[in-house]
């Protein structure tokens, strides 16, 4: 395998490493997280969360032996202080271990560096751990695998004789939430280039939700540098841990024992000979299949503490990838190639002229696409919890007004979006346009839940423009579009959201913060003028110019009520308006316990607050190009307002009743902020809380149209709190870990480089300013780059296709545009710029 340095985007140090657990694994086969100190933990593969779950034994140890002596340490940095203290002594995994005294973690995404030294240690080692993550290519992006390079560098001046040697438990049938067995039982198996131990369960009930398969493999074309075992003795009083550190500490190698242990353990080890300052490496391979996944509960119950069905809906990657040996042994013949395109991509993504910030927000967060946050059933399907718990997902159904806020899918891995707009129109919506904004599963119970949100119908509107916008399919469009039409027309249904149908949302209306709204407000009112806008577009590319007419009028109008009814000269309000007691609200409005239990005199409303995303509306439009939707001057002063009013850099004294995403001493940006004395006594419930994917939100139309230093200070206050110490670097939590809205951080990226792509005319967009500048760009089918030197009054660019098929036939370079004919390769663009 060749040197290949990786790209990093952050250095934590010693202090901020203990919360670190970057997940590893494929998109929709569950993942393993590498921990900052270079453990393994989050064992997160057998079809559920399963936070804090390792198997009993799983450690990686060096042996090494030169003229000064030998020393055995186990391959993790120091343990926290708060992990010594247990009734029975220290709590930590492997706590009684030698360890290395100076540990770090170099960070980007899907690629971490573990740096471990010691005065004492005659090796530094690189504990290098990542899965494949291809821009556009989904079936690279989703090999059940984990990959632990364990890279060795000689300090001293004389020859090393080094050993490298993971342990693991047959964990089969344990998956943090079961704990069963079944004859569990570990087997050698060889391969040219590869050996591997095969950890099952064969007397496991096949259809148990834990039962399936794991490998754990190291490559090397020498079998005799291999050593093994596939038990650990049994003996009493920590006996099989002495047993295998002295023999382990003895020569270098394994020999295998025998034991009694329900769960026996498994231990590769590789040894290397490193000449005075040279390296090596030694490169494990961890590989699973675990088919059974169950359906999530589909019907209306505490949603916050999800519940799984009794129905196996299955996961794609089983039905694709037979064994998990075979997998390993697949995987390894296209290792060098797949990580080479995994480099090149976030290479390209680290070397953009964008602040640190934004790429790390934007490009971490797609660890959650690897999460079990997202799943991919036998049948081919995408589906999402909103995030996870500990040991259940939180709030099933691929919720739409959720999903809603992110769009990095659609640029990153279309088939995912896509997935969940055929799911939503082509099964979620009836024949009145009504769609469910959870989705149930099996999927003959798609539509169990019979409540629409307001944000989430026309969230998916927008997104379907997108999707088509990047793939520029018309056929796939056609097939939707009668569906999304109905979608849109449901507005204008009797007792509607919008029931005289004048571009203004005033009925009762479902959304993101769980109650309805009554009357017209920001939030739901400039997603309604983005859906209309989206609709007019497609309607008049599939041939119904009237609809796309009557949508435009509409969207027209609706702006021109809101910035006349709304904008207060500060920000734009709700206006609540009580449903009268005869008044209608039709058919699946309104959730029977969620809101609300007045409408007379409705409670956990917006009112007069300053809400975090009340342009949610125009931050869509203006990520998937579709333009501003209200007045430039109201919007800029409402971001200014919320920057004012509802942006914190110290939260001291800030009182909250809710749920606590941010502490006292860490800067924020609250959901709301009310005037002294005006604030109902009651709010939306959410209205004292930060959660980072509506802080995305606000920054990104911070930097679309307001003053984009201010969104970057709100980007860099959510990562700041995430750094390592306190929290997950890769796991923005909100209602669950790993959720799925904080992928809007990918919006910040789009608006910081005026990136758009429409695959309808082949135009690509760009602005980067007046400055020598680069940056890497993705529209699903492919991914590439661009870079630009300013000469003068002249600009001079290259832009670059790496991988995948992206038909250009123009670029709009700063606003201006040139004819750029462009599939594959490079090329160059040369323009005027006006003085």
Known sequence: MSRREWPVLRTYDADHLDRISLPLGGIGTGTIGLGGRGDLRDFEVGNRPAKGFRPAVCMAALRTQSSAGVQTRVLEGPLPDWAFEGWRGATAANHGLPRFAHPSFDGSYPLGRVRLDDDSSPVSVSVEGFNPMVPGDLDASSWPTVVLRYRLVNKTAVRVNASVALSLSNFVGSDGTHDQTGDNRNTMVTAPGVTGIRMEAPTLDARAEPAGEFVLAVLGEDAAEVSARTAWSSASWGGGLLDFWDDLTSDGRLDD??????????????????????????????????????????????????????????????????????????????????????????????????????????????????????????????????????????????????????????????????????TQFGLCTDDRGHMSFRVGLPIEKARTWKIAAADGQMATLVHLYNDWRLCGDDEWLRRLWPSARKAMEFCWIEGGWDADADGVMEGCQHNTMDVEYYGPNPQMGSWYLAALRACAVMAEALGEPDFAARCTALADAGSKWLDAHLFNGSFYRHLVRPVEEDGLIAEGLRHPSMGSASVEDPDLQLADGCLVDQLVGQYASRTVGLGALLDGEHVATTLESIWRRNFHRDLSGHFNNMRSYALADEAATLMCSYDEGNRPARPFPYFNEAMTGFEYTAATSMIFDGDRSQGLELIRAVRDRYRGNRRNPYDEAECGFHYARAMASWSAFVAWTGFGWDATTGALSVDLGRTDASTFWTVGSGWGTWTQTIEGDHLVGRVTVEEGDVALRSMAVAGITVPVSLREGSAEVRLDLPA
């Open 257 to 422: 024992r025998s034991g009694t242990d329900r769960r026996p353990v498994g231990s590769l080890c590789r040894s290397v000979d490193l000449a005075p300052r040279s390296e090596g490496e030694v490169v494990f391979i961890l590989a699973w299949r675990f088919p059974n996944r169950r359906a999530w509960r589909s019907e209306d119950h505490g949603i916050d503490v999800a519940e799984y069905a009794e129905e196996i809906v299955g996961n794609h990657y089983a039905e694709v990838f037979g064994s998990p040996w075979e997998t390993v042994q697949r995987f390894a013949d296209h290792l060098d190639a797949l990580e080479a395109r995994t480099v090149r991509a976030v290479g390209a993504l680290a070397a953009s002229s964008v602040p640190a910030e934004i790429k790390e927000a934007a490009i971490f967060n797609l660890s959650t696409l690897r999460s079990q946050t997202v799943f991919r059933t036998a049948d081919g399907r995408f589906y999402g919890w909103e995030g996870l718990t500990d040991r259940t997902g939180s709030c099933f159904g691929s919720c739409s007004h959720v999903w809603g806020y992110e769009f990095a899918t659609g640029f990153w891995f279309p088939e995912i979006s896509r997935s969940m707009r055929e």
